[in-house]
Nanobody, 121 residues
């Protein structure tokens, strides 16, 4: 069973930056896509950033221009650089991976355990 392990969450002030990383237990070229979801208290889990096997990136409107997703095939990691953070970015962030088909209409087959991000005002 593939494993995804996130790191890098924490507490930051509004306007600050954090970088989340996700390490996969196998080669990430195995996946059609990789992404980051988040779930805030009382809200549904949402996809905030994704990257295809070709390197095409996609972002939710709420983070576009502030967050950057990237991957390192050699290190089998996917990262999320979060800049200009806002209190509304506070959530648990989950790394996810798709096999077979990738995109907003497909449910990832693999999930990390989540890492908490708290942005104070």
């Amino acid at each position: 069973q593939e494993q995804l392990v996130e790191s890098g969450g924490g507490l930051v002030q509004a306007g600050g930056s954090l970088r989340l990383s996700c390490a996969a237990s196998r080669r990430i070229v195995f996946f059609e896509g990789l992404g980051w979801f988040r779930q805030a208290p009382g809200k549904q889990r949402e996809l905030v950033a994704g990257i295809s096997s070709y390197g095409t990136t996609d972002y939710s409107d709420s983070v576009k221009g502030r967050f950057t997703i990237s991957k390192d095939n050699a290190r089998n990691t996917v990262s999320l650089q979060m800049d200009s953070l806002k209190p509304e970015d506070t959530a648990v962030y989950y790394c996810a991976a798709w096999r077979g088909a990738y995109g907003k209409d497909y449910v990832p087959g693999y999930w990390g355990q989540g890492t908490r991000v708290t942005v104070s005002s």
